[in-house]
């Protein structure tokens, strides 16, 4: 399995190495994750990105590069919900997802005191740990101000 690699922009090499063509659908797909404000988009994100930038790319298609990046280790697939995909590059290292049951946002962060905790409970059970995930799901700042905001009374009128 090729190893994760650093994403500063596209490049032919990191398809090369990973046995695939730099085909332009692949490079394209490449450069929305690397420029996107967001980390994890889902198919449908990139292909509303793509059409955005007035490129052509159908939806198969964008749904068969993911599959293809993520089966070379380029990309990472998430399933949070069960049944909505996102994706991100595989920048290597760990870090678990807080998940925003109003809106979807997905954040990344690590707590080493977490990875620590993990490790000993697999140790104290005698499992020999090889992968984990850990998904926090809640509701983010944006959707509890808006939500606020909706329960918040109506503004007294001034008129007489």
């Given amino acids: 399995m090729p190893s994760a690699m650093s994403f500063?922009?596209?490049?032919?090499?990191?398809?090369?190495?990973?046995?695939?063509?730099?085909?332009?659908?692949?490079?394209?797909?490449?450069?929305?994750?690397?420029?996107?404000?967001?980390?994890?988009?889902?198919?449908?994100?990139v292909y509303r990105i793509l059409l955005a930038q007035d490129e052509d790319a159908g939806l198969s298609t964008v749904y068969r590069v993911l599959n293809q990046l993520?089966?070379?280790?380029?990309?990472?697939?998430h399933s949070f919900e069960s049944d909505h995909a996102v994706f991100e590059l595989n920048e290597g290292g760990?870090?678990?997802h807080l998940i925003c049951v109003a809106c979807g946002r997905v954040e990344e962060f690590r707590d080493e005191g977490i990875e620590q905790r993990q490790r000993q409970v697999a140790a104290d059970n005698a499992f020999v740990l090889r992968e984990h995930m850990l998904v926090l799901y809640g509701v983010c700042p944006e959707c509890r101000?808006?939500?606020d905001a909706a329960r918040a009374p109506e503004p007294l009128s001034t008129q007489a």
């Fill in 94 to 96: 760990h870090h678990d």
């Fill in 8 to 45: 500063e922009r596209p490049d032919p090499i990191h398809l090369k190495r990973a046995g695939l063509k730099a085909t332009s659908p692949r490079m394209r797909i490449l450069e929305v994750f690397r420029t996107s404000a967001r980390r994890h988009l889902s198919a449908e994100d």
């Fill in 70 to 77: 993520v089966q070379a280790d380029i990309l990472l697939r």
């Fill in 145 to 147: 101000a808006g939500a």
